[in-house]
Each structure stands twice: as structure tokens, then as C-alpha cells.
């Protein structure tokens, strides 16, 4: 087993573990190699990676992570209504402006046309 070091377009280095098997069918050494992580540049030790592609998944249904659940204060039940309150405030004030920019974008259109189309 050998470890192979590899940077890629952006400069980050992986390490990576490669391993020689014969393949019967074809008759030749094939190797496999598996990622075992990042290489960290001050130290030059392998920082672990999950050795999945792409993102993680999102969680279904607005689950909370166990760890997240866990960290989170409790919340009292005037908080939960004081924040409410505080929402549709926000929505209400937030409907007033849409409207007020609406207002807004057709007098400036009505200034450009008679200014000539600019």
C-alpha cells in the first residue's frame, strides 16, 4: 500500500491510499485508491474528509440534528409569542414597502417616457 499526494486546480492536496490488484478478466495490475483526506499545508498531516461526495443531505421534514437539539436553549412560551408578535410586524411592514416600491417603479416609468424612452 502505497500514499500518493495529489493537488488539485485549486491548490488543496489530497492524500490518498492506493492499493495494486490483479484483475483476472483483463490479465493486468489494477490499482484502487481511496481518499483518505486533506493535507493540511502547515504540518503536512492528513486531515480526515468524509469520503462522500457533494454536499450533505439536507435534513427531511425540518428535523432537528440530534447535536443541534441537544445545544439549544429552551424557550419559553412568552418568548415564542413575542416573536410571533415581532414577525407579523416585520410582514406587515414588509407588504407596506412592496407597495410603496410598486408606486415607485411606475413613476419612474412614467418619467421616462416623457423624457423619450431612455
Known sequence: ????????????????????????VKKCSRSKRKCLGRVDPETGD???????????????????????????????????????KECEELRSRNKDLEMENQKLRKAISGIRECIGGL
Not at 1 to 23: F, R
Request: without cysteine; positive net charge.
Open 46 to 84: 492528513i486531515i480526515p474528509t468524509s469520503g462522500k461526495r457533494g454536499r450533505p443531505p439536507k435534513h427531511s421534514n425540518g428535523d432537528v440534528p440530534a447535536e443541534v437539539r441537544d445545544n439549544s436553549k429552551a424557550v419559553s412560551d412568552g418568548e415564542i409569542l413575542k416573536l410571533k
Open 1 to 24: 500500500m502505497a500514499i500518493l499526494k495529489y493537488a488539485n486546480q485549486s491548490g488543496t492536496v489530497y492524500a490518498y491510499s492506493s492499493v495494486s490488484e490483479w484483475d483476472p
